[in-house]
């Protein structure tokens, strides 16, 4: 990647951090949200966690990193607004005949999401922690890695929708259905030895699984960067899927219908 490539995607990145900086009350709320919620969630995890004898759980093992991850996932919007405010604003040609290659245009976009994402997941775990005396057994580099896999795969899970939805509002529907469809499945809301008899099979095929395994490796398990390699790794693979889904179904040339 050249000086003019990378000076071009740097172009991207200011300019969608300027728009989000505009208007920051949607992501202070995407991470209020879940500080708030967990102060509900944390004595039922609580209870759930002492029945599976887990000597001295305060439920914030489990609140911490649900929440976390659930409002991880919610972030996708983000992603597509990114692509369909352009759409709305007619500037998306414009963009398609500046110097701009595609795929420079793909990474500008993704970038901020990215960073917002690693960002959210941040105060998430320290506030969340300091509020609700979350202990970390493990090694916080493992939560680190699991954090930064979960970030990258919601990021391109965003983009893979972008590329199969023509309108915003089919974007937010499929959104927000994939955040709480993941969030149940994974073990987001409910440790993931209670989930239900028929949800089990099908848990792993979902990414909340691979990231809330992870981070309870860490926090309840005390496991160090090894322990999370496959989780990780799982997360890298559904990341490399969704980035194959998007090289094969988005077309610059294909218009996108944002609010009217």
Not at 18 to 25: C, G, I, M, N, Y
Not at 94 to 111: D, W
Request: charged residues 15%; positive net charge.
């Amino acid at each position: 990647m050249g000086e003019g490539s990378l000076g071009r995607i740097a172009a991207l990145v200011r300019h969608d951090m300027r728009l989000q900086l505009r208007d920051p009350a949607p992501l202070v709320v995407r991470t209020v949200m879940p500080l708030l919620l967990m102060g509900f969630m944390q004595p039922l995890f609580r209870t759930a966690l002492r029945a599976e004898r887990v000597e001295g759980a305060t439920g914030a093992e489990q609140a911490v990193p649900g929440m976390a991850v659930m409002f991880t996932f919610f972030l996708v919007n983000l992603v597509g607004f990114g692509v369909f405010r352009e759409h709305g604003w007619k500037t998306w040609d414009r963009l398609r005949a500046g110097l701009a290659r595609p795929g420079e245009i793909v990474v500008g976009r993704i970038a901020v999401p990215l960073g917002v994402a690693a960002l959210q997941l941040t105060v998430v775990f320290l506030v969340g922690g300091l509020l609700y005396d979350l202990r970390v057994r493990g090694s916080w580099l493992g939560l680190v890695a699991v954090g930064a896999a979960l970030a990258l795969c919601v990021v391109l899970f965003g983009m893979a929708l972008v590329s199969l939805c023509r309108t915003v509002a089919q974007l937010a529907v499929f959104a927000n259905l994939a955040a709480l469809l993941f969030a149940g499945l994974g073990g987001a809301l409910t440790p993931l030895s209670s989930l239900p008899d028929w949800a089990g099979p099908f848990a792993p095929g979902v990414p909340t699984y691979w990231a809330m395994r992870g981070f309870t490796t860490v926090v309840l398990d005390g496991g160090g960067p090894g322990a999370v390699v496959l989780p990780v790794v799982v997360l890298a693979g559904f990341s490399l899927g969704f980035a194959v889904l998007t090289m094969v179904f988005f077309r610059f040339e294909h218009r996108k219908v944002s609010w009217s």
